[in-house]
């Protein structure tokens, strides 16, 4: 296939003529925002970011593309992602905003006009999402993390709509990014899960960066006789099917559409958080009083929780039995449980009472089950199928903004932020940057 | 198995008692300036370097780690490998110096011990070596770059040397540098082929710092359930014999060695290269006069030469068919027709003359073998085993000398250079790192 259509046809893309997806893309930025509030006070963010609080955003007298500039990408893309708080999307199978945003914001000046932001990510989890049509369920079952592999190019194509970059150093810059795609999931449980999603942003901005120097790549990197497509036993039709789908009709950020978290841990535990909570809400279950429970998956859907008996809070982010029995006994899901302090041993002694089934799909679509047996014989079922969050059952705005405001600490500024995201096509980023790099988020 | 026997063993290794190994790294030293000193002035990486000249080490008043560290050493790296002229190592199956020194030259500074510069590189060879004999050829032939995926892990081992990292920290390094892992194949004929050396040499610095900044990565990234040796399906117990061999016995610096390249372009092509010398030795062939040619590899050896009719020089370096034609036609490589000018009309057009065969590896050893048969009917054979510059065939000192000498333009600042590596163990790094960094290479 020639991989120059798909950059002409993303070029020419004019998504904001979509209003739902404009919609979707204000909580986005939103939600991301939100996530990133959470983690920005904290020690490891800080010290990435070499002591400093982060600031989002270039002033107008910055140079576009400097030492600093991809830095700053990494930073923003490690906090949005720390607490594990921020959008998925599922053909994706990762966090697309934590890329596209963070290369965006890296590279985003006061006196830039919002539509240029908002079109630019739209166009990104455009790209992240139709190449995870092709990539997963592939490259995910193989062990690597799509954030990171795909949603390098999803943070591409929104630099490249956004600094209005032409088609052929355009090019370059995929393929300079294709050199550096990696990100792999046996980080999942450690501070590197979410530095991969940084470096990712990174990646994007050092992308577009040497092809603006004049960096040559080869122009086959995906479809190519040794193109990532071929590497991966992926379908070059599939690819090309995908990628020459018209921009017109509906957008990946609409269908499958982003899936806003409620709670600080792996998507993929977020049908038995649901089920857990709806057995609470009958019985507050006892850890010794459990005997066994079992806890269900569609065949495949537990990839992303790698462990079964995590140690700490971290690991617990990707454990399903953990968010179970945490859902099952305390009702809630506080991010202190998911930290890296050591479990207490009583959860630790009853992780082995959990065990996995796998269920086929039904039509009613993807599920959980859970199914706890009490010493005393009580039994208790649950299944839950479109989880509170999901594109289903989503958040509502104001769910989203009181994220906000929970993440800043600080309503009033959370207030402020959401207004200046909701004129953003109106105006120039010189509010929005204002507004969220008060000093309320540890900004200056 | 237990990764951290492997970081204990790197961490307590004293290769300087091997006098083969020391000797080698000090040629490997020398070829390494020879092949950056060839690149430095080139726009394309004065354009990388941001329109600076190259300066090696840092001062004693420099950061290590600040962000202009990892941005040097992907320059370094970039440099080292533009022209193809680096060394290479067959368990590598890339090419470990364009890596490892230019991830140590960005940290060195004028007080710190040779010694120790020279114990880091050796160490960083090894690594790199031994997780090739593990990876390889797998990697390799699925399209991964292993100069990039694998050379990661020889920078960060040299640098966790140079530095004397602990030993948890170290095992963090290793880990975030797997994240980054990463460098393809279908870059080969592009800017982004030697980008990847230096992409990878910055990625090392960058996990080192961040595994200092107290950043946790998965302990299991290499030999755990979602670990890259599972993701490729390698050989774990290969995995764990590799790594637990003691350092005592033959170092990968000394067996398979480095091969220091005599020629422009992939070293996969340099038994054709010999043997079309052999031939223009006995007969300069014309092109119009040549009926068809074939050329020869033991299967598999050709993955690398992946242009069977290149259109550019740089793609030349690629490509077995354009080397044999040079090397019949001409009698010599000149850097001139490895650059990204077009090819003429009639090299063009004479490409498709030259057949790709297949033979198997013999007790001999690996081969190439030429058949010239021309419009007359007169026919030309050469069969070459172990090619100029190949560890059994190796550049002498005086050699290496010589390219370094012609790499800087200067015979005499050539000679102070090599003065300051033959007495590198004994000394700091001052004279080095002055030497290497006078008016005549770029640098100030």
């Known amino acids: ?10 070029i020419d893309a004019k998504p904001l ?4 997806a404009v919609r979707e893309a204000k909580k986005g930025i939103q939600d991301y925002l939100a996530s990133s509030f959470f983690a920005v006070k904290n020690p490891n963010v800080l010290a990435l970011n070499n002591e400093q609080a982060i600031v989002y955003g270039q002033t107008e007298t910055s140079k576009r593309f400097n030492l600093e500039t991809s830095h700053q990408a990494l930073v923003y893309g490690f906090a949005a992602h720390y607490e594990d708080l921020d959008d998925t ?3 994706l199978r990762g966090h697309p905003s934590a890329v596209i945003l963070s290369a965006l914001l890296a590279v985003a000046k006061p006196h830039d006009a919002g539509e240029k932001f908002l079109d630019a990510y739209i166009s990104g989890i455009e790209i992240a999402g139709r190449l995870g049509q092709v990539f997963n369920p592939t490259i995910y079952n193989k062990g690597w993390h799509s954030t990171g592999f795909i949603g390098i190019f ?3 194509a929104a630099l490249i709509k956004y600094l209005n970059i032409d088609a052929s150093i355009a090019n370059q810059a995929f393929s300079l990014a294709a050199s550096q795609a990696s990100g792999y999931r046996f980080q999942f449980g450690s501070d590197a899960k979410p530095l991969q999603a940084g470096i990712a942003a990174k990646h994007a ?3 577009v960066d040497w092809a603006l120097k004049g960096m040559t790549g080869s122009a086959n990197y ?3 006789k040794n193109g990532l497509v071929h590497m991966f036993d992926l379908d070059e039709n599939k690819l090309q099917s995908v990628l020459s789908a018209p921009w017109t009709e509906s957008l990946e950020i609409v269908s499958p559409g982003l899936w806003f978290k409620a709670y600080p841990f792996c998507s993929a535990a977020f ?15 006892q850890l010794d009083d459990i005997e066994s429970i079992d806890i ?16 700490n809070g971290l690991q617990g982010k990707f454990s399903g039995e953990y968010v179970t029995l945490l859902g099952l006994t305390k009702g809630t899901f506080d991010p202190k449980d998911f930290t890296d302090a050591s479990l207490d041993d009583e959860v630790l002694a009853n992780l082995d009472k959990v065990k996995r089934v796998y269920y086929p799909e039904t039509e009613k679509g993807l599920s959980s089950q859970i199914y706890v047996k009490l010493k005393d014989k009580t039994t208790f079922h649950a299944e839950v199928f479109d989880p509170y969050g999901s594109p289903n059952n989503p958040l509502s705005n104001a769910d989203i903004k009181d994220k906000l405001a929970n993440g800043l600490g600080n309503e009033k500024q959370a207030n402020v932020i959401a207004q200046t995201i909701e004129n953003l096509e109106k105006n120039t980023l010189k509010e929005f940057l204002q507004a969220i790099n008060r000093n309320e988020n540890g900004g200056k």
């Open 205 to 207: 901005i050092d992308a």
């Open 89 to 91: 999307q599922s053909n």
């Open 271 to 285: 049908r038995l958080a649901d089920a857990s909570l709806e057995i609470h809400e009958k019985q507050a279950i």
């Open 296 to 311: 269900s998956f569609n065949p495949g859907r537990d990839a992303a929780l790698i462990y079964t008996n995590p140690v």
């Open 1 to 10: 296939m020639n991989e120059n259509l798909w950059i002409n046809s993303l």
């Open 222 to 224: 995906l479809s190519g």
């Open 154 to 156: 999803g943070a591409t």
């Open 17 to 20: 003529t979509n209003h739902v």
